[in-house]
Nanobody, 125 residues
Framework: QVQLVESGGGLVQAGGSLTLSCAAS????????MGWFRQAPGKEREFVAA??????DYAGSVKGRFTVSRDNSKNTVSLQMNSLKPEDTAVYYC????????????????????WGQGTQVTVSS
């Protein structure tokens, strides 16, 4: 059974930076897509960023500000968030997908079959 555990959330001022980390256990995920979704109050859960090997994909709202990376030797994925805005406030979820073919980075929520418990990120104005 795969478990994903996030860390690194917190409160930061607008314009600041924060790094989220996620550690996977139970299975080696080096050949699968891993990434992040987020859900703000009253909004649907949305794709943020994902990585598969060295290929990355980002939502338009975070491109240029967030960087997703992974360490396959440690089975971890991270999200470096810079130039944070109040609208980035949300619960951030670490995700992994073992459902899609090699080389694909899915964006659909239903394509990720493993989820962390979420970590709160609050950006104050």
């Amino acid at each position: 059974q795969v478990q994903l555990v996030e860390s690194g959330g917190g409160l930061v001022q607008a314009g600041g930076s924060l790094t989220l980390s996620c550690a996977a256990s139970g299975r080696t995920l080096s050949s699968y897509a891993m990434g992040w979704f987020r859900q703000a109050p009253g909004k649907e859960r949305e794709f943020v960023a994902a990585i598969r090997w060295s290929t990355t994909d980002y939502a338009g709202s975070v491109k240029g500000r967030f960087t997703v990376s992974r360490d396959n030797s440690k089975n971890t994925v991270s999200l470096q968030m810079n130039s944070l805005k109040p609208e980035d406030t949300a619960v951030y979820y670490c995700v992994a997908s073992t459902l899609v073919p090699t080389g694909t980075i899915p964006r659909g929520r239903g394509m990720y079959n493993y989820w962390g418990q979420g970590t709160q990120v609050t950006v104050s104005s």
